[in-house]
């Protein structure tokens, strides 16, 4: 028995054919299936069901896959604790991002990050908040950049920075009067939110208090260019990230009001598990994001606004 057919078996029980599984092992589907072949021999039983369409796991096939599973993941912690050992930045490491960060932060720290360290193969997915604590606690994620704090037990939460709240308020708003607003002049007013599901969502509902969300229409949009498009046809105003607001137009950044201080803002933060041991990639992560962060944003009094309810 080899960690290759082990390998090459999860990928058959994942794609349900064999053929894909071969082009997702880049190998050849007769060396796929020769292996394969080789360990149902070795252990004695059929692992798949080769009638079924997609191709099915056995009954005992789905029992041994999940231990198959467990010995490739310790095999791989192996390397990892060679690679933290000697202090190395290297290999694959799969990283959620939220929607509400991924299109400001990733721009500013990818490039710098990929010619520093060009060993490491960062694989970057979209991902809610919600998700991503599940896929950590799974093993599917190396690391998350998420709004903190999450209070899960599991998890390690290191802050890379704080984002305030900017309020974009178009010129037809009774609000575009005040050169700057508190938390309590967006209560009892019309404010376009984020879906459900958005950790965002959950900051102004916390801010606010006691918004008024349009009942005119359900809104189910997870884009703040869509909330800004929206609130200058007057259907109300909304807040944005800070980093957000760099790329604005110049006739849109005059619609930008700031907080008074201590201005409200979100935590930042690296998740991982306790258990992760490739610390050297998400030090070096963590250490190329601040560094880029220092120089975007540079507020000194802020409010922390947690995610949760």
């Known amino acids: 028995m080899t960690l290759t057919q082990l390998e090459y078996t999860l990928a058959v029980a994942e794609q349900g054919n ?12 007769p060396t796929l299936s020769m292996q394969v072949q080789k360990l149902e021999d070795e252990l004695g039983v059929k692992l798949f069901n080769r ?24 095999a791989k912690r192996m390397d990892d604790i060679v690679s933290m050992e000697k202090g190395e930045v290297k290999g694959d490491f799969k990283l959620g991002i939220i929607p509400t960060v991924m299109p400001t932060l990733l721009p500013l720290f990818l490039n710098t990050f990929i010619k520093k360290y060009p060993s490491v193969n960062l694989k970057i ?37 704080y984002e305030p709240f900017v309020a974009y308020v178009p010129k037809s708003h009774a609000l575009s009067k005040l050169d700057k607003i508190e938390p309590q002049d967006v209560e009892n007013i019309d404010v376009l ?12 509902l916390k801010l606010c208090k006691t ?29 944005l990230p800070y980093l957000q607001t760099r790329n604005l137009s110049i006739e849109n950044f005059q619609n930008l009001r ?48 947690t995610p949760t309810k």
Do not use: W
């Open 18 to 29: 064999f053929t894909i599984a071969a082009e997702k092992c880049f190998v050849t589907q």
């Open 193 to 204: 939110v984020l879906e459900d599901g958005h950790c965002f969502r959950n900051h102004i």
């Open 211 to 239: 918004p008024r969300v349009s009942k005119s229409f359900d809104l189910k949009s997870g884009s703040f260019e869509t909330l800004i498009h929206l609130a200058n046809e007057g259907m109300g105003m909304t807040l």
């Open 125 to 161: 997915e979209e991902s809610t908040t919600i998700s991503i604590t599940e896929k950590l606690t799974q093993g599917k994620l190396d690391a998350g950049i998420a709004a903190t704090p999450l209070d899960n037990p599991k998890l390690i939460e290191k802050p890379l920075y």
């Open 51 to 74: 009638n079924a369409k997609p191709i099915a796991l056995t009954q005992i096939g789905a029992k041994i896959l999940n231990q198959a599973k467990k010995i490739i993941e310790e």
């Open 258 to 305: 700031h907080f008074k201080s201590p201005e409200p803002a979100r935590e930042i933060s690296m998740v991982f598990s306790k258990s992760q041991l490739r610390l050297p990639i998400i030090d070096a992560l963590s250490e190329s994001i601040e560094g880029i962060i220092r120089g975007a944003i540079q507020f000194e009094n802020i409010q922390l606004i």
